[in-house]
């Protein structure tokens, strides 16, 4: 209760330690934790760097600088010298005042190249004290800043109120004092007490954010796992905040066209996605050009790219775009749009093509569709287009084809059009001048087999304003060493009456394999979607393991993949013909597919040759999964492991990766290294199997009885 001057003393004080917190727990607090943890971590990389630099490396820098006489006097490296001034360096015999400072300086500029160019890796495994620095500064500043924000606003109530009653009362007399005083100065200042007193229950509040800021402790353990699902986060969160540039956003465009690009212009109002500096390289790319081919490699956000290019058209009050992909992965561009960005989107796609193509009209936003459906879409004569995505623009490469000269039309009535290919295509030059004759056609007629064979530097500054490629090495200095991607498809037709049918028939094993059942690409997305994976890991020089539980879905992949495949392993290979396989796997050439049983392949074998892992459906035990992945994830692996989820939407899939929490903890693999924790995790999981699925039965007949209803 505040009744006295002595009150109002202990409330001001507590006021003022409020806002001297609100002042020191800032986002430029974090953002400087974040920064001086960034740089211990380069000067120790910068530590280790230098010391693998020969010493008379800054001979190339100056020459004639008596490089023998250190040698002579111990010093091998840059490491060995990098503390030594000049005065030092001039009580070595030979070395006089001229040859000190030149030598320090030469010194000095590498190390500093390197400090600039260095690139800190952080491996979950082995983290240092300065890493866990660095992830602990990130993650408070994510847990905290919500609140922060929020004791900010609470922080300025006060200041606008709280003081300037506590002034009121603070001319509060004693008896005497008091008769000297007006009845409308005592009625302000009892005002002002009353006011000052119902205003605790507001100081509570406030007190109980400071408490979760001061002391905040983070779990290690919980710390590790989540950089481990959050790697790209993290490593964006460090981009943005630090002078951190991992990449070459672009090495091989000319850096003239590099800072045009940087310098353009790029509105991420309404994405809930962080761009990597790539990925806004990218976006902004295709928005200073108007008409390119993006040829990332997989795995590097083709989508994210082209999502924040149409974002920033449609704030620009340029809200009508059309996105033109494989019947497989039209569920997959829903999915990211919707979960990326406030655009609304629409299906152009079945039954209900014509109604979503009308609310596209009345509503703006994205229209998805395939490339046979564009054949049916009047769009020049009801509905103008700002923005053309193709993906998977390959598929348009025949220029003979109905579909790829529809494609042709509508990009040339479209101001913006963006190709997008994980293919090399500068490897196929009549393609790659197919595609760039769409969008640029004087630059088309330009490239030659000359010029692309016999003067590579001019093909590609010829190239740079409409074709973007970049690897996945080169832009991703950190290297996740296992990514997991989930690949979102449809049913085919006939295979969504399949799957309904085995739904009210309760045949679990028939769902789960129901969108294989099409048995061919036109028929089965999934299907299409993993021969285009096997296709463009082909194209990039990379094998591929594929993993499916049912023996009648990997006979329907063999079909599929038969020239580049082995036998499959299945349980009724033995273990030496296992082997034998794997090994004639290892030696074969890129682009090779090993399709396995995931309970026959998934377990003691090491199949480092693939990296890229194919998961045909959910297993009922993560584990099974998990298993399967470390096949190819473990020691001896040189190259990072993709793992694709192939998932159906509106399925079993779904609802198994709800019900058993997948999404959140599914490869948890850093924790579940032991045999002893593997064996505990099996016999849980077995103990739960059966009442999972009863569980997962259920809810996917209640949700089809909803949805046909």
């Not at 400087?32 to 740089?39: E, F, G, L, Y």
């Not at 490339?371 to 053309?388: K, R, S």
């Not at 290919?421 to 030059?429: D, K, V």
């Not at 021969?531 to 009648?552: H, M, P, T, W």
């Amino acid at each position: 209760m505040i009744n006295n001057k002595k009150d109002v003393k202990r409330l001001e004080s507590e006021v003022n330690h409020i806002l001297e917190n609100c002042n020191l727990f800032s986002e430029e607090h974090f953002n400087n934790q974040i920064k001086d943890a960034w740089q211990t971590l380069k000067r120790i990389k910068v530590r280790e760097n230098v010391k693998t630099i020969p010493i008379d490396t800054i001979s190339t820098l100056e020459k004639g600088l008596p490089v023998n006489v250190l040698v002579e006097n111990g010093f091998r490296s840059l490491y060995d010298i990098r503390d030594q001034s000049a005065a030092d360096l001039m009580y070595i015999d030979g070395i006089g005042e001229k040859y000190a400072d030149s030598i320090a300086e030469a010194v000095s500029k590498i190390t500093e190249s390197v400090y600039q160019q260095a690139k800190p890796r952080i491996d979950p495994d082995d983290l240092s004290g300065a890493e866990i620095d660095l992830l602990e500064s990130i993650y408070r500043k994510w847990e905290l800043l919500p609140t922060l924000e929020s004791l900010h606003t609470d922080a300025d109530y006060l200041h606008q109120t709280i003081i300037p009653d506590m002034e009121t009362a603070k001319n509060k007399k004693g008896f005497v004092g008091s008769l000297f005083q007006s009845k409308t100065e005592k009625e302000q200042i009892k005002a002002a007490f009353d006011r000052l007193n119902a205003y605790q229950e507001n100081l509570e509040s406030i007190y109980q954010k400071l408490d979760k800021i001061i002391p905040y402790t983070v779990d290690r353990d919980a710390l590790i796992q989540h950089f481990v699902k959050e790697n790209a986060a993290y490593y964006t969160e460090i981009e943005k905040v630090t002078d951190f540039e991992q990449t070459e956003e672009a090495e091989d465009l000319p850096a003239g066209i590099v800072e045009t690009i940087r310098n353009t212009t790029l509105d991420t109002t309404g994405l809930k996605i962080a761009l990597r500096q790539y990925q806004t390289f990218g976006a902004k790319y295709a928005l200073y050009y108007r008409r390119t081919l993006l040829g990332d490699e997989m795995g590097l956000g083709k989508t994210i790219q082209a999502l924040a290019m149409v974002n920033h058209l449609s704030q620009r009050n340029q809200k009508y775009a059309l996105v033109v992909c494989p019947l497989s992965v039209l569920a997959n561009w829903k999915r990211e749009i919707e979960q990326h960005s406030e655009l609304k989107t629409f299906i152009f796609h079945g039954r209900n093509r014509d109604a979503e193509f009308a609310k596209w009209q009345a509503q703006t936003g994205v229209i998805l569709t395939t490339y046979e459906h564009t054949l049916h879409m009047n769009l020049e004569e009801e509905q103008p287009v700002d923005a053309l995505i193709v993906d998977e623009a390959h598929y348009v490469k025949n220029p003979e084809a109905k579909r790829s000269q529809r494609i042709y039309q509508l990009a040339a009535n479209v101001e913006y059009v963006l190709f997008m290919s994980g293919t090399p295509l500068e490897n196929r030059l009549d393609e790659m001048k197919q595609l760039m004759s769409v969008l640029q056609p004087d630059i088309a007629e330009k490239l030659s087999e000359k010029l692309h064979l016999l003067m590579p530097n001019e093909f590609r500054q010829l190239v740079a304003p409409v074709y973007l490629r970049r690897n996945r090495k080169d832009v991703l200095a950190e290297l996740p060493e296992l990514e997991i991607i989930p690949q979102w498809t449809n049913f085919g037709e006939e295979e969504e009456e399949h799957y309904q049918q085995a739904v009210m028939a309760g045949q679990l094993m028939l769902m789960r394999r129901a969108a294989w059942l099409g048995g061919t690409p036109g028929k089965s997305p999934k299907l299409e979607k993993l021969l285009d994976i096997c296709q463009e890991a082909y194209e990039n020089g990379q094998k591929v393991l594929v993993f499916s539980f049912f023996r009648d879905v990997i006979d329907t992949i063999q079909r599929h993949v038969n020239d580049r495949t082995f036998e499959a392993i299945t349980g009724d290979v033995s273990n030496a013909r296992r082997q034998e396989i794997i090994d004639a796997f290892t030696d074969a050439r890129p682009g090779s597919v090993l399709v396995s049983q995931i309970s026959a392949g998934g377990v003691g074998l090491n199949i480092q040759a693939a990296n890229i892992v194919v998961l045909c459906e959910p297993q009922w035990k993560p584990s099974t999964e998990e298993q399967a992945i470390s096949r190819a994830y473990r020691m001896g692996q040189s190259r990072n492991v993709i793992v694709y989820r192939l998932l159906t939407e509106e399925s079993i899939d779904g609802t198994m990766l709800e019900i058993l929490g997948e999404k959140a903890n599914l490869f948890d693999l850093y924790a579940r290294e032991s045999d002893v924790a593997s064996l505990a995790l099996q016999e849980h999981e077995e103990s739960e199997e059966e009442s999972i699925k009863k569980k997962v039965l259920k809810l996917e007949q209640e949700r089809l009885e909803q949805y046909v209803g």
